[in-house]
Each structure stands twice: as C-alpha cells, then as structure tokens.
T-cell receptor, first 115, second 109 residues
Framework: KAGVTQTPRYLIKTRGQQVTLSCSPI?????VSWYQQTPGQGLQFLFE???????NKGNFPGRFSGRQFSNSRSEMNVSTLELGDSALYLC??????????????FGPGTRLTVL | TQLLEQSPQFLSIQEGENLTVYCNSS?????LQWYRQEPGEGPVLLVT???GGEVKKLKRLTFQFGDARKDSSLHITAAQPGDTGLYLC?????????WGAGTKLIIKP
C-alpha cells in the first residue's frame, strides 16, 4: 500500500508570495491533518479534514487555509508569506480503528523556505 | 497551553546506556501514541497504548501507559546509534491528537 505523498518536497518563496502544498493520503484514509514543524516550536497542529469538512483547527492565522477533495487529497495554502512561515509542513492521514484511536501516518513533508 | 509535557527535551548518551523518556499530562487520554522522527522525514508510529497500566515491548523499547491514562514512559535498554532521533508522544482525545514537544535523542558510538 502506497504511503502518504507530499508535493513539492522543497520550496523557496519570498515574503508576500503565496504557496500551495499538496498531500495524497493512504488509499482508504478519509482524515488528513496538517502540521507545521519548526525547531523552536515543535509540531504544531494546523487543521484536520475529514470527508471534505474541516473538523478541527489549530491556532494559526487566517493566512493558513486548507481544503480536501472528494478523493481525500488535500491542499493547504499560505498567503502573504512571512519569514516565520519557514518550516517543515507535514501531512498525516489517519485510520480510525474500532477502538476510536487515531493512528497517523505521516508523509515526508514539504520544506518551505521564505526569503 | 502545553497539555502534554515531554521530558527531557534533549538527551545525549553513550551507546549501551539505558534511558527513559516521559510524557505527562493532567488530562486523561483514550490512548497514547509514540512516534520517532528522523531528520528529513515525517514521524513514524512506534506503538499505541490503550489500557491504563498497559506495557508494550518492541525489542529494546518498553512503553508504559499510566494507570490513570494521564502519563506514559518510553524506556530504551542498551541504546544504539540507530535509536537516534526525535521521539514524540501524542495523546488521543476523541478524534484529536495532543502532541508533546518531543525529545531529541542522540546516541553516541
């Protein structure tokens, strides 16, 4: 079974630009979560989508948005980029087990550098 | 507010030593997961513990879930350089995962 794929793997942008990142979950997984990871702040939850609906949202400004398509693929968009947005952006797809636990399978991430 | 405190934040030890990483909270979790992340990659699930008091072993790694399901520990016996990485714990509340800040572990040969 193919894992979670994220594109692109690396991205360099300048301040003020916008960026769109893509995530394809594991086949059959309907939940996709996005995280921002930086050395100083650790793993910060951005949002989670389940069956095309945003089910949960972290504490990030409105410049960060996302969506999920009917095939469960997801995109996240960051508008008006700031230097502080430089980070590894991770996507994880989730399998809800019969016990209700939420195992997350991560992609390799997109390394975004804002200059 | 950090709901899941992970300690230590950083640990550097010699090969062959033992170590324990802790994950503590005042909140109750339905389950707790441990992940390991290597540089340039996403975190990979190591184990999920579900029952209070549960102990799971994965070769040299022993995971324990507290009786009250508020805390967990990861113990590594005879650490090896291949154990180097960032260890993350995550507690499940409903369909939401609460993440610890991580423990960066370096095992020196």
């Amino acid at each position: 079974k193919a894992g979670v794929t994220q594109t692109p793997r690396y991205l360099i942008k300048t301040r003020g630009q916008q960026v769109t990142l893509s995530c394809s979950p594991i086949s059959g997984h309907r939940s996709v979560s996005w995280y921002q990871q930086t050395p100083g702040q650790g793993l910060q939850f951005l949002f989670e989508y389940f069956s095309e609906t945003q089910r949960n949202k972290g504490n990030f400004p409105g410049r960060f948005s996302g969506r999920q398509f009917s095939n469960s693929r997801s995109e996240m968009n960051v508008s008006t980029l700031e230097l502080g947005d430089s980070a590894l952006y991770l996507c994880a797809s989730s399998l809800m087990t019969a016990l209700g636990t939420d195992t997350q399978y991560f992609g390799p991430g997109t390394r975004l550098t804002v200059l | 507010t950090q709901l899941l405190e992970q300690s230590p934040q950083f640990l550097s030890i010699q090969e062959g030593e033992n170590l324990t990483v802790y994950c503590n909270s005042s909140s109750v979790f339905s389950s707790l997961q441990w992940y390991r992340q290597e540089p340039g990659e996403g975190p990979v699930l190591l184990v999920t513990v579900v029952t209070g008091g549960e102990v799971k072993k994965l070769k040299r790694l022993t995971f324990q879930f507290g009786d009250a399901r508020k805390d967990s520990s990861l113990h590594i016996t005879a650490a090896q350089p291949g154990d180097t990485g960032l260890y993350l714990c995550a507690g499940a509340q409903g369909y939401q995962l609460i993440w610890g800040a991580g423990t960066k572990l370096i095992i020196k040969p």
